[in-house]
């Protein structure tokens, strides 16, 4: 596709029960982000890849959350046990060539909204 | 740690300036941006300023940078019913990471 996607939109869910979200990069994109947005905050940054590492992982609020990279492309965001206070969107975004460039662009995708109940 | 402050919420007449107002704390900020976010939708990127800059212009934006406040805003001339959004500050520094503000809601009256 054009831009980065990501999947589901939406995602509510039981605390307790483990998600996956799923981010779609550019392609072609060997550096992806990805970030969490509270209901009227600004984006945390949580952690990012260069091509299928993650150099830092220091964003990653617990150890409930982890993330993976596959094959330089699709990246899933795994959530377990979901408490309440994970409810946010989670952005992820994607640029060409090294998160150390900063002008390198990050495109964002739509986010997923997650809801613990 | 770096932290970006901004105000939460702007509100203006259509064909008025917006300005938006951001300040951060980490001196060795290399790079600030402002993002754009609509209802919906991701964020997109506006404009940027390299830290040795005091302004840039581009179309109806124009970014002023006060390195020695810390102090960053974003002047968008003849504001638009559809500039309504969240617009977010941002900066770069040695971390490598984009540290984001709490974002400031524009809103656009006819």
């Known amino acids: 596709g054009a831009g980065v996607s990501q999947s589901p939109s939406n995602k509510v869910t039981e605390k307790g029960k483990d998600v996956e979200l799923r981010c779609d990069p550019i392609s072609g994109h060997t550096a992806l982000y990805w970030y969490r947005q509270r209901l009227g905050q600004g984006l945390e940054f949580l952690i990012y890849?260069?091509?299928?590492?993650?150099?830092?992982k220091s964003g990653l609020p617990s150890d409930r959350f982890s993330a993976e990279r596959t094959g330089g492309s699709v990246s899933t965001l795994t959530i377990q046990r979901t408490q309440q206070e994970d409810s946010a969107v989670y952005l992820c975004?994607?640029?060409?060539?090294?998160?150390?460039?900063?002008?390198?662009?990050?495109?964002f995708g739509p986010g997923t909204r997650l809801t613990v109940l | 740690g770096e932290d970006v402050e901004q105000s939460l919420f702007l509100s203006v007449r259509e064909g008025d300036s917006s300005v938006i107002n951001c300040t951060y704390t980490d001196s060795s900020s290399t790079y600030l941006y402002w993002y754009k976010q609509e209802p919906g939708a991701g964020l997109q990127l506006l404009t940027y300023i390299f830290s040795n800059m005091d302004m840039k212009q581009d179309q109806r934006l124009t970014v002023l940078l006060n390195k020695k406040d810390k102090h960053l805003s974003l002047r968008i001339a003849d504001t638009q019913t559809g500039d309504s959004a969240i617009y977010f500050c941002a900066e770069w520094g040695n971390t490598g990471k984009l540290i984001f503000g709490q974002g400031t809601t524009l809103q656009v009256k006819p």
């Open positions: 975004a994607s640029s060409l060539v090294s998160v150390l460039a900063g002008t390198d662009t990050q495109y």
């Open positions: 890849f260069q091509g299928n590492s993650a150099p830092d």
